[in-house]
């Protein structure tokens, strides 16, 4: 029961900072207005993202693209709570790790449905010549709970095979 009330918990507070952060940049800025916070590095730009992570599906035909990102993240809370239930209550980390990408899959899809795109702000670049795809809360959770999965998988001691 305690890894569940993780999930709730960690999601929950991501998924309101995630559109707390997002309502506040599409109720204030109009889109594509950008605001430098760190000269030549980072800006808060508004940008709405109907593709993926770097776009990706960005110029795919509107009736599958809307498919793709309707269908998905519905599947993939369904493969989450299954993951979470075969996790061990004692891997406390594979639970954050979940909880994490639940959150941001959640966070993103929230806004396809209320808007039809995802609202991306945090803008980073350097010098405006090299720059990074803007991206929200919910894809830094997304990122974090990856990384960290692959981390604890990286960790996980491989049985050496015998010499035969």
Known sequence: MKKYLILIAMSGFIICLDQATKMYIHSQF???????????FFNITYVRNTGAAFGFLRDANETLRNLFFLSVPPLAAIVIFFMLR????EDVWAVFSLSAIFAGAIGNYIDRLHYGFVVDFLDFHYYGQVSWPAFNVADISIVTGIGLMVLL????????PANV
């Open 30 to 40: 109009n889109h594509g207005d950008t605001v430098s916070v760190i000269h030549n």
């Open 153 to 160: 998988e990286m960790r996980k001691k491989k049985p050496v």
């Open 86 to 89: 075969a996790t061990p209550k």
